[in-house]
C-alpha cells in the first residue's frame, strides 16, 4: 500500500488490512507465519519554515501483530514468536535536510524517517518495525541443548558421543553460519 501525498493533501488516509505471509520481505532475520493485521492513520502535516517554506511531512501512525519465525540462537531450528508493536512516525520528503542538518525536530515524542518520490510504503515501514521489534536473542526453549560444537548434532533431539574433549572450531564456525542462512 502506497500512501500518496497528493492524496494525503486531500484527507488523511485510514488502513485495516491484513498482509500475507511474503507481502513483506523482511530478510534472514525473521519470516512471517500467518497473515499479520495491520491499522491505523496516514495524514500530512505542514511544517511551516518560513513564509515561502512549507515541508509536507506524512505522520503514520498505527500498529501492527504477526506472527513470525526466527531462528533459536543455540541450536537454529525456527521458533515461533507473537510480535506486536505501536508506531507513530513521521516521514519528511527526502532532501528536505539537507540545507539544514541542525534544525531541529518538531515533535519530540515521534522518530524521523524520509520518503522518496511523493509517496510512502506501507510495506517499508512494517519491514522496518518488525525488524526493530525482534528480540535481540530467542532461544526455543530456555535450557536449548544446542548445536555439538564438535559433531554439528542438534543435542535437543540426540545426544551424541562426542561428550567432553576440546572443540572443532569448523563446527562452531558452521553453526554461525547456518545461523545466518533461512531454513
Ligand atoms: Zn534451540
Ligand atoms: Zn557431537
Excluded at 38 to 55: F, N, Q, T, W, Y
Excluded at 67 to 94: T, Y
Excluded at 141 to 159: E, I
Excluded at 164 to 171: F, H, Q
Aim: glycine share 8%.
Amino acid at each position: 500500500m502506497e500512501f500518496k501525498i497528493s492524496e494525503l493533501e486531500q484527507e488523511p488516509i485510514s488502513f485495516d488490512m491484513e498482509l500475507a505471509p511474503g507481502a513483506v520481505d523482511f530478510g534472514e532475520e525473521a519470516e512471517q507465519a500467518g497473515p499479520m493485521a495491520s491499522s491505523g492513520l496516514a495524514e500530512v502535516i505542514h511544517e511551516h519554515r518560513g513564509p515561502k517554506d512549507i515541508v509536507a511531512d506524512i505522520r503514520l501512525r498505527g500498529r501492527f501483530e504477526g506472527k513470525f519465525q526466527v531462528p533459536c540462537a543455540r541450536c537454529v531450528e525456527p521458533v515461533e514468536i507473537p510480535l506486536s508493536s505501536e508506531f507513530d512516525l513521521i516521514f519528511r520528503p527526502a532532501g528536505a535536510d539537507s540545507d539544514a542538518p541542525e534544525r531541529s525536530i518538531t515533535a519530540p515524542e515521534t522518530e524521523i524517517g524520509y520518503y522518496q518520490k511523493d509517496s510512502l510504503s506501507l510495506e517499508d515501514v512494517l519491514r522496518e518495525q518488525v525488524l526493530l521489534s525482534l528480540p535481540v536473542r530467542t532461544l526455543c526453549k530456555p535450557d536449548c541443548k544446542g548445536l555439538c560444537p564438535r559433531c554439528g548434532q542438534n543435542r535437543n533431539l540426540q545426544a551424541c558421543s562426542c561428550d567432553e574433549g576440546p572443540s572443532d572450531l569448523r563446527w562452531e564456525a558452521l553453526a554461525g553460519l547456518r545461523g545466518r542462512m533461512k531454513p
